[in-house]
Nanobody, 137 residues
């Protein structure tokens, strides 16, 4: 049973930084993809960034160099370092994961680079419960 547990959210001021963590357990896949998504009530969930087990990363356009996704394999933990936070970054942030088989990674890359939100539900089978980030102006 794959489990993803997010942590690190909180309330910060605009311009501050936060690092979100997603501890994964219950799987031993050698090739996988993990990602961060966010959701605001009343809006579609949108992809933020994704990580492939070969070290490749991809970001949504709105990130514009402010966020960094990374993974500590020893701790089996995915991170999202967020800098220069804006009020519009306020959301519930979710971690997602799945096997990196077939065209999953190419789909994730293509979808994250589009303008339209990528909710990831058709691609990622495992999701955490989320961690709230609130950015005040």
């Amino acid at each position: 049973q794959v489990q993803l547990v997010e942590s690190g959210g909180g309330s910060v001021q605009a311009g501050d930084s936060l690092t979100l963590s997603c501890e994964a357990s219950g799987y031993t896949y050698s090739s996988y993809c993990m990602g961060w998504f966010r959701e605001v009530p009343g809006k579609e969930r949108e992809g933020v960034a994704a990580f492939h087990s070969d070290g490749s990363t991809v970001y949504a356009k709105f990130v514009k160099g402010r966020f960094t996704i990374s993974k500590d394999n020893a701790k089996n933990t995915l991170y999202l370092q967020m800098n220069s936070l804006k009020p519009e970054d306020s959301a519930m942030y979710f971690c997602a994961a799945d096997l990196a088989g077939g065209r999953l990674w190419s789909t994730v890359v293509a979808e994250l680079r589009r303008e339209a939100p990528f909710n990831g539900r058709a691609v990622f089978g495992y999701w955490g419960q989320g961690t709230q980030v609130t950015v005040s102006s």
